[in-house]
């Protein structure tokens, strides 16, 4: 970062007021300030004289200019500013095989908070099941996480980080709630779960039968010995379906689960009465859980992946980009064109998909998309910018 920027601060100008009096974009600016990077285009030394003249026309002192473009170190990025990119030359070169670059978790600054009359983070963790954005996709793996729950079912729920998979599970423990249906869930806790011993603790068949206990019968204490303890929570099974109940077993971080427990999962699934199975279960994970476990050329999971549904949460559609952006601004009262401009929405999409060989890569999943955002307008609010401009959105 260059001392400009404490400069500009002192004398109460904006970076967005001396873009315009250079004659330059806001982005350009932001990216001379924040990374010392220097308009090719322009000869440097003559736009050095142009700044320092519009500095002391606009109250700095002449000892305050001699070293505004020396750079100072910060402990850490800030989240309003935007990270460094990689030399533009070389990537031009390469962008039909890059991948679509992610920003980390962003925090909505209280500047952009304040600029675009935000009352809370659009993106922010939802806080009800109105909150979520429905795509045709989402109704679709909805629904069957749906029907499982209230039928019968054997489904494995596969997304990237950030495609909305736990809220999915949120919503679906919330939808049952609501309707009061008979259904019994049963969650694991997957703390620490890894797929051996050496990376972590394997969540074990034994393991879920205490959890299907716990919830099932918790006031029995469970048996000592693994054989006992299993009868005991067939038993508990028993009794409760004939009581009317459904039993929902959820597990997340299911890529996680280690060869031997998915294996046992297919053996529980084969617990009955009559006709009727007594355990219906939803594994969320990632895509390793369907690339690396669950794959049709996998012999250790043969029995499984002939058995079990899989459905994978897809990205949100580039035309439906403009739509998911108004429903998330919508439910905190703010109209999207006071946000971000049409060019703004085309660039995010140009972030966050890109072709690589014959394919389309895209990364449009929700919390990628959020992240950008709010990176974006945290940007545009530095710059003193009224809404996210397409320059914007390239620039962080």
Known sequence: MLKLKSTLEEIEQKQADLARSLQLSPATIAQLINHGQWPKSLDRTELEQRIRDWLLSNGAANDAIGDVFEEIQVDQPCANTADPQPPEESDQENNQESEPMLKRKQTLMPAARKAFALPRDPFDDLTCADDMYVSQDIRYVRECMYQVARHDGFLAVVGESGAGKSTLRRELVA?????????????????????????????????????????????????????????QMHRALLASAESGMRHLLIIEEAHSLPIPTLKHLKRLRELERGFSKLLNIVLIGQPELLTKKLHERNPELREVVQRIQVVELEPVPLAELETFLRFRFGRVGVDLEKVIDAEGIRAIGERLQHNVGNKTLSVLYPLAIGNLMIAAMNLAADLGEQVVTGHIVMEV
Do not use: C, W
Request: net charge negative; charged share 30%; hydrophobic share 40%.
């Open 175 to 231: 939808r049952l709630e609501a309707e009061d249906a008979p259904v019994v869930v049963i969650e694991p806790y997957v703390l620490a779960m890894e797929d051996n011993d050496q990376k972590g603790k394997t969540l074990k068949s034994a393991h879920i039968a205490e959890s299907i206990m716990a919830v099932v019968n918790p006031t029995e204490m469970p048996k000592s010995s693994p054989e006992a303890r299993f009868r």
